[in-house]
RNA sequence: GCGGGUAUAGCUUAGUGGUAAAGCCCUAGCCUUCCAAGCUAGUUAUGUGGGUUCGAUUCCCACUACCCGCUCCA
């Protein structure tokens, strides 16, 4: 996908939808019953490829950083913590649907309107005989004459027409009123049509806990967490005193989350389960903005480590009053999809907002205690939020390959093939047989099998032509193939004796290495 | 959530109100000395549930899922 054109290419993620499925990368959640809406299984090569992305991760953020502490916290969460970080008041949208046109919209960012509304009880086409009773109103705006009302109110009761061939001019409004109104967003700024009652549409999944846990019994609601912050934010002490760590340090966590998504979109890009690689990065107040910039830094090399180019990446500073609330800076990273540009990662200065939020709900101080200054302070946090699920999705898509390939009779053809960095690939080497029906060649290979599956994934093929088991390789994006052929087994001379080919993926070339110095090869390259 | 579209084998596509076809893939065997070779054999499908009908994969309805647009994404 060297190419990647910021438009949207529905043909290219139809293919490299259809090639997650028939290699065993992603399949649909529950297929054989349906398909589960929003959510999705990854196959034997998916999972690998996901592990191998979030070991890569732990493994540049925690095992290499002495200022940065894992945690894995529970996926059930406490009510109070989330009536404290303010998701179960404001993790939801109050929606509401125009009568008339069916426009969804939210109603907190309705402008109120002030003018006449013209109710009705319903309507009635006298030649056919035909009436429905329903209460509708519309809002008349200063300028806007009756017989526009009147005209909108017959649309709406049109809607219940069974014989669609009456005109809706022809109907009859009963039980007219009119009633003033003022700063009110009941009303469809558009068409004036009423709308639906706001319905709060809270993102979050809600359980309850325990075996007598009945529907009356507020205290026993629970939460599957709407994202990993929380846990690493209502843990602060506990990891803070048990870790003798100082001011600044991370605590990083790689976890499921859940969110009721109204239209999860884009294959796995918005599911309604989902798992998050997260830092807090913990710092004094005055540092917070620098280390913002300084994560975004970190986080985008981090992204070409693992084959996702500077150049297909964006980053979008969100500009004030975008933010969300908590925010004092933002930058989202975002990623050519296919499907358009979207995010991937968003690296947040979120203040003190979070332990503040704890601190006053808990009753517990969040304090930190700087034994330099002998101040307490609350630290403020920097928070660099990765979609795991989405990253996989882009490492897929930027590896993807079509390419023209021509043999030496001239034929061309088409070779798919996954560019995955070797460091994240879900099978790093191939080892073939030259022929399966010479028992010492797959003797051979199963040896060399044996030496390397300890310390990488391997894949053992013996089925069909040698060149089909290439392509089969280069489709799951094994970056390389080992053959063992005559001269392994020393029929062509000491000297050839136990070497084998080399198969690169990328390149195609191949090159004669003797098996002692494959480990150490292969190694070097998938680190 | 609204509107539009789609649903036949693992994939790509035929087709039919009366036994569902092909190519690729896959499996096994033979053969085969490095880039999807050949021969033989084989497995596998009408998304789910109703209705109409003697009979439905085909017609009708509902549901589900996916795709596109809108909406939404603290």
């Known amino acids: 996908m060297s190419d990647a054109s910021p438009e949207k290419n529905t043909a290219l993620m139809e293919k490299i939808v259809s090639l997650c499925k028939r290699r065993g990368f992603i399949f649909q959640s529950a297929e054989i019953y349906g398909g589960l809406n929003g959510c999705w299984d990854y196959g034997p090569l998916g999972a690998e490829l996901k592990r191998n ?50 426009a969804r919209l939210r109603a907190d960012q309705i402008v109120p309107q002030s003018g006449t509304v013209y109710w009705f009880t319903g309507a009635s086409h006298a030649e056919s005989g035909w009436s429905v009773e329903r209460d509708y109103g519309v809002l008349a705006m200063a300028g806007d004459d009756e017989s526009k009302v009147r005209k909108t109110a017959r649309q709406y009761y049109a809607q219940f027409l069974a014989d669609k061939q009456i005109s809706p001019k022809t109907l009859e409004l009963t039980g007219e009123r009119t009633e003033a109104m003022t700063e009110t967003t009941r009303f469809n700024p558009e068409n004036g049509s009423l709308l639906t009652e706001a319905r709060a549409f809270n993102l979050m999944f809600q359980t309850r806990m325990g075996a007598s846990s009945d529907e009356s019994d507020e205290s026993s609601i629970a939460y599957l967490r709407p994202e990993t912050a929380q846990s690493i934010f209502v843990q602060f002490k506990n990891v803070l005193d048990s870790s003798r760590v100082k001011l600044p340090f991370g605590i990083a966590q790689i976890g499921k989350s859940f969110r009721n998504e109204i239209n999860p979109r884009n294959f796995t890009f918005r599911s309604r389960e989902f798992e998050q690689m997260e830092i807090e990065f913990f710092c004094r107040p005055e540092d917070g903005l620098r280390l913002t910039d300084e994560w975004l830094e970190r986080r985008l090399t981090f992204y070409e480590e693992i084959g996702i180019p500077r150049e297909h990446l964006h980053v979008l500073d969100i500009p004030d009053g975008e933010r969300a609330f908590y925010s004092a800076k933002t930058y989202d990273i975002e990623y050519e999809f296919p499907f358009g540009i979207q995010e991937l990662e968003g690296v947040a200065y979120r203040t003190d907002y979070d332990l503040g939020v704890h601190q006053k709900g808990s009753g517990k101080s969040m304090e930190y205690f700087d034994e330099e200054t002998k101040e307490k302070i609350l630290p403020h946090v920097v928070e660099p939020s990765a979609g795991c699920d989405r990253t996989v999705l882009a490492l897929i898509c930027e590896a993807f390959e079509e390419e023209t390939v021509t043999d030496e009779k001239g034929k061309e053809e088409i070779r798919t093939v996954l560019r995955f960095s070797p460091r994240i690939a879900p099978i790093k080497v191939g080892i073939f047989p030259l022929l399966k029906n010479k028992p010492e060649l797959v003797e051979k290979a199963r040896e060399i099998q044996k030496i390397l599956s300890p310390f990488m994934t391997v894949f053992y093929d013996e089925a069909a032509a040698i060149g089909r088991r290439y392509r089969r390789q280069d489709e799951v994006g094994t970056p390389y193939c080992v053959t063992v052929d005559f001269d392994t087994i020393g029929e062509n001379g000491e000297e050839l004796k136990d070497t084998v080919t080399l198969r690169e993926r990328d390149s195609m070339k191949q090159e004669r290495i003797p098996i002692a110095k494959l480990r150490e090869f292969l190694l070097d390259r998938i680190q």
């Open 53 to 102: 992305l979030k070991e890569y991760w732990w493994r540049k953020n925690v095992q290499e950083r002495e200022d940065i502490l894992g945690l894995d916290g529970s996926i059930l969460t406490h009510q109070a913590v989330l009536k404290a970080s303010g998701h179960v008041g404001g993790f939801s949208d109050p929606m509401c649907d125009c009568l008339l046109s069916n």
